[in-house]
């Protein structure tokens, strides 16, 4: 290969031009995995849907109309789906002509449901993608977000401040405690070899026995009470909605602030700090970081305690936010779907911010599709066009072969965490 | 075999990678392929080893046109190739890599070891190869390892020979080994194609030398019609100063001084077993010999990567054994380390991000929003116009550049701290002879700066052109410190294991 200095001049400015196209690559492949996750779910509803299927049988006598209900359906189910989750243009038209807080609050009303479920997940998706860009893979998400959930809980039992220092104290606690959890499996890397994903993997099976056990002391268990859910959160101790002053069933509350925060915060720690430039190094090439002085135990343990940090605090936001109380299956598959998450938004703090909206959008336009459609389309189709969706990203070739894209396969890896999740 | 290629070109995106290259070698006859890094001497043999395929153009065999979509269809046109990164699985024994993919049977699927040993034996007494075919592909020196690739290949029938380097890992002693068993492949018909960019081995090996620059063939010649400086010449396209210009040196007061230094490798060996040296500011301390005699860990112990077992590195009256690296680096030790991929680089990282890679709590990099990303793309675009660091800008990842810019980068970095000590292994390792010139000149410079170089190289010519002292390292031992006019053969018996007194004797 010619040497780069060699090259004529302008050759290189197309070079330039070429290695800056990459973003707009990874633009494009987004938009088309989106579109594939919709047709492969139109394709579905056809499937579903009895009275689409008998059109098809009868399509040789009647094409257009065959053709023009199928699409006609599917039309209004992914109609559904955008205006349950992001805008209800029904709404919005009554605001425009008659602004007033009763319309204001309609149509932030699903706004407002997608970001409050996206909240907690924005944040345990950066927990995880902290560890991911550092190449190490914490799989202790679940585990870690019971631990936040639960000593979130145990301060707003245990004490009675005032609410701005009974969530300051809350979210100290989750913090610490994910940290703890996370950051143990970091010690047992960096000192004995033990891998994270076991260690981590093996901390969730812990942590939900634990919380199972935790639900029937007279700690957190409601005296004469057996159903398994915990003592409820104090009016004190939960994340404020603020909204509330318009309708109260805006749910919105000051988790996403927080986690609109921790976007920034995840964003300078890796462009700007010290010890996450570290971190990256350590996780790209962790004998040249021995060389250039880095001790990497330091930085294995530092990863994983920040990473359950923000973990427990994504289980505090949901807790405080959201649930109010612990169930036996609190943790959810929260540590999970947060993988998919980081994958979904290639470990970049923004991309995960809007990898987890993408969740909530599919999560209450799922749920508004099947509320509002005939034949009550099934919410889990919007989990099946999420996972095509994710899919696709995660295989970016796969889209760039399927739409002949500009070869772009070797500048946009398989995916941002070395190819381990 | 006659091969020929006519007319190829490839193209990697807007990059002319071959451009209309027409080679033809002829049967029984060693041609050797010179040119700088990225002349695309290796595009060209992959695309006749079908591992790419060329954009126009056609390779001929026996003046008939063949197509090579792999490497299989190359092996079925008598077409072997020896990469320079060995392709042989280290737990296999040499029979079991030689048959692997070809494996004979009788009866279906057990493997017909006998056959195959039979076999192999046969061909290894015809080219004058003694190896033993049950001996473990990893215990066997480089040299035998390079054997069995040659092997590999022979018994595939191949007629034309394809070797990448393949001098680039041996000893002054195994090359000289390895040039006989060219020659007797010759005489039995078999052409050569020797890739190298070491001048001495071409005027020493070839029948016709084939010169690339950018992508294209810039000339053909034959060993008595040139040397080694025309060579250069052609190979960069400019003269090429091949001798390192440098005044005698005039050390200074002793600024590491190792005493009884014994290290263990990771296996708990003892490969470094008790050295005593001293370095002087202003003088260029050169560590010759094979590898693998001691050099990796005793650079370790000097860097503070290895905690040594026994012994003290003492620099400037400091002693600083069991301490950190970070403490090695801010008592002023530069490192250039030997394998700068692994060792020396971030490759995902951009050019400025690694020039400041060892130097993260330097004030001058950080601000008050922490660190400061002005200064170190100031600092990256400095070093880059400093150093010559071929790139379009100092933000482009590491790992696009070429061999030679990317060492540019980790000797920039260290260059740019400062320093008492330098300690360079294989500081020219696969560069290109412009480069080379480039890193000589560095090294000089800072040896005339007042800065103590400890130089560790398995290249002779390069410790006998840097070196003030030469310290011959073999099994963990130094066998003597000699001058630099010290002859290249006592010099190899030294590197070989000879006591200095017998080499006098």
């Known amino acids: 290969m010619t040497d780069t200095a060699t090259r004529p001049p302008q050759i290189g400015r197309i070079m330039h031009f070429a290695l800056?196209?990459?973003?707009?690559?990874?633009?494009?492949?987004?938009?088309?995995?989106?579109?594939?996750?919709?047709?492969?779910?139109?394709?579905?509803?056809?499937?579903?849907?009895?009275?689409?299927?008998?059109?098809?049988?009868?399509?040789?006598?009647?094409?257009?109309?065959?053709?023009?209900?199928?699409?006609?359906?599917?039309?209004?189910?992914?109609?559904?789906?955008?205006?349950?989750?992001?805008?209800?243009?029904?709404?919005?038209?009554?605001?425009?002509?008659?602004?007033?807080?009763?319309?204001l609050a309609n149509v932030l009303a699903p706004l407002s449901g997608t970001l409050t479920y996206a909240t907690p997940l924005i944040v345990a998706g950066l927990g995880l993608a902290i560890g991911f860009r550092s190449s190490l893979f914490n799989i202790g998400g679940q585990g870690q977000v019971i631990v936040g959930g639960v000593l979130a809980l145990l301060v707003s039992i245990s004490f009675n401040l005032p609410p701005f220092f009974q969530v300051t104290l809350e979210?100290?606690?989750?913090?610490?405690?994910?940290?703890?959890?996370?950051?143990?499996?970091?010690?047992?890397?960096?000192?004995?070899?033990?891998?994270?994903?076991?260690?981590?993997?093996?901390?969730?099976?812990?942590?939900?026995?634990?919380?199972?056990?935790?639900?029937?002391?007279?700690?957190?268990?409601?005296?004469?009470?057996?159903?398994?859910?915990?003592?409820?959160?104090?009016?004190?101790?939960?994340?404020?909605?603020?909204?509330?002053?318009?309708?109260?069933?805006?749910?919105?509350?000051?988790?996403?602030?927080?986690?609109?925060?921790t976007v920034l915060a995840v964003q300078w720690f890796f462009n700007r700090s010290k010890t996450g430039f570290q971190l990256l190094m350590v996780g790209q090439n962790p004998d040249a970081a021995r060389v250039a002085g880095i001790f990497s135990r330091r930085s294995i343990i530092i990863c994983m305690a920040l990473s359950g940090a923000l973990l427990g605090l994504a289980g505090m936001l949901k807790i405080t936010g959201v649930d109010h109380l612990a169930t036996p299956n609190f943790g959810g598959s929260y540590g999970f779907d947060a993988i998919t998450v980081a994958l979904l938004g290639r470990n970049k703090p923004w991309g995960v911010f809007f990898g987890a909206i993408f969740f909530g959008v599919m999560y209450t336009g799922g749920a508004a599709m099947q509320a509002f459609t005939p034949t009550n389309i099934q919410f889990s189709l919007s989990q099946v066009i999420q996972a095509v969706v994710v899919f696709c990203v995660a295989t970016p070739a796969l889209v760039i072969e399927a739409f002949r894209l500009r070869d772009g396969a070797s500048l946009i890896s398989t995916n941002g965490s070395g190819g381990w999740v | 075999m006659k091969l020929e290629l006519r007319g190829i070109t490839k193209r990697f995106g807007s990059m002319t990678a071959n451009s209309n290259v027409n080679l033809v070698v002829k049967p029984g006859e060693i041609h050797c392929l010179l040119g700088e890094n990225g002349a695309g001497?290796?595009?060209?043999?992959?695309?006749?080893?079908?591992?790419?395929?060329?954009?126009?153009?056609?390779i001929l065999v026996n003046d008939e046109i063949v197509t090579i979509r792999d490497p299989k269809d190359a092996v079925a046109h008598g077409i072997?190739?020896?990469?320079?990164?060995?392709?042989?699985?280290?737990?296999?024994?040499?029979?079991?890599?030689?048959?692997?993919?070809?494996?004979?049977?009788?009866?279906?699927?057990?493997?017909?070891?006998?056959?195959?040993?039979?076999?192999?034996?046969?061909?290894?007494?015809?080219?004058?190869?003694?190896?033993?075919?049950?001996?473990?592909?990893?215990?066997?020196?480089?040299?035998?390892?390079?054997?069995?690739?040659?092997?590999?290949?022979?018994?595939?029938?191949?007629?034309?020979?394809?070797?990448?380097?393949?001098?680039?890992?041996?000893?002054?002693?195994?090359t000289d080994a390895f040039m006989v068993i060219l020659r007797s492949l010759k005489e039995s018909g078999k052409s050569i194609i020797f890739i190298t960019h070491k001048l001495r081995e071409v005027l020493e090996i070839a029948d016709v030398i084939t010169v690339m620059r950018l992508g294209e063939i810039v000339g053909v010649t034959t060993p008595s019609e040139t040397d080694e400086r025309g060579l250069a010449t052609m190979m960069v396209g400019r003269e090429v100063n091949l001798v390192v210009d440098k005044n005698p040196a005039t050390p200074g007061d002793v600024v590491l001084d190792v005493k009884d230094l014994f290290v263990e490798d990771e296996r708990g060996l003892t490969s470094v077993k008790g050295i005593s040296f001293e370095v002087r500011a202003g003088e260029i301390l050169a560590v010759a010999g094979v590898q693998g005699n001691g050099q990796t860990e005793l650079v370790e112990a000097l860097t503070g990567m290895r905690r040594p077992s026994g012994?003290?590195?003492?620099?400037?009256?400091?002693?600083?054994?069991?301490?950190?690296?970070?403490?090695?680096?801010?008592?002023?030790?530069?490192h250039v380390p030997e394998d700068r991929q692994r060792f020396g680089l971030v490759l995902s990282l951009s050019i400025s991000d690694n020039l400041v890679l060892d130097q993260l709590d330097d004030p001058k990099f950080h601000n008050r929003f922490g660190r400061n990303l002005k200064a170190i793309k100031l600092n990256g675009e400095q070093l880059r116009k400093e150093f010559d660091i071929r790139s379009q800008s100092a933000e482009e990842p590491v790992g696009a550049l070429s061999g030679g810019n990317q060492q540019k980068v980790v000797m920039a970095r260290e260059l740019s701290r400062e320093l008492k000590i330098l300690i360079c292994s294989q500081p020219t390792r696969g560069l290109d002879v412009g480069s080379i010139e480039f890193m000589h000149r560095q090294i000089v410079a800072i040896r005339d700066s007042g800065v103590a170089v400890i130089i560790v190289s398995s290249e002779l010519d390069e410790v006998v052109a840097l070196g003030d002292r030469i310290a011959v390292l073999f099994d963990g031992e130094i066998q003597d410190i000699v001058p630099p006019s010290t002859s290249r053969e006592d010099l190899g018996l030294l590197m070989a294991g000879a006591y200095s007194r017998e080499v006098s004797a």
């Open chain 2, 311 to 334: 012994g003290e590195v003492i620099l400037n009256n400091v002693n600083l054994h069991g301490e950190s690296v970070r403490k090695f680096l801010d008592a002023g030790i530069g």
């Open chain 1, 171 to 261: 979210i100290i606690a989750a913090v610490i405690g994910g940290a703890l959890v996370a950051g143990l499996a970091g010690v047992l890397k960096a000192y004995t070899g033990a891998h994270e994903v076991i260690v981590t993997m093996m901390s969730n099976y812990t942590m939900v026995l634990i919380l199972g056990y935790l639900l029937i002391t007279s700690v957190f268990a409601r005296p004469g009470v057996h159903d398994g859910a915990s003592k409820a959160i104090e009016v004190s101790g939960q994340l404020p909605y603020f909204l509330s002053h318009l309708n109260s069933a805006l749910l919105l509350n000051f988790g996403f602030p927080i986690a609109f925060v």
């Open chain 1, 20 to 103: 800056r196209a990459r973003q707009a690559n990874m633009f494009l492949v987004l938009l088309f995995s989106l579109f594939i996750g919709l047709v492969f779910g139109g394709f579905l509803i056809i499937l579903t849907t009895p009275a689409l299927m008998t059109s098809w049988g009868h399509f040789f006598s009647h094409p257009g109309g065959t053709i023009s209900s199928s699409f006609n359906t599917i039309w209004f189910a992914y109609e559904q789906l955008f205006q349950g989750a992001l805008v209800n243009f029904h709404s919005l038209r009554l605001l425009i002509d008659n602004p007033s807080k009763i319309n």
């Open chain 2, 80 to 174: 072997g190739m020896v990469h320079q990164h060995f392709m042989l699985i280290p737990v296999f024994d040499v029979a079991d890599n030689v048959i692997l993919g070809s494996e004979p049977v009788k009866p279906w699927p057990v493997i017909d070891y006998k056959t195959a040993i039979a076999e192999l034996l046969v061909l290894a007494e015809k080219y004058g190869f003694e190896i033993d075919p049950r001996a473990t592909v990893e215990n066997l020196p480089i040299g035998t390892q390079q054997r069995v690739e040659i092997l590999k290949a022979l018994s595939h029938d191949a007629s034309v020979l394809i070797l990448d380097e393949p001098t680039a890992v041996l000893t002054p002693q195994e």
């Open chain 2, 41 to 58: 001497k290796s595009t060209l043999m992959n695309i006749l080893y079908g591992m790419l395929t060329p954009d126009e153009g056609q």
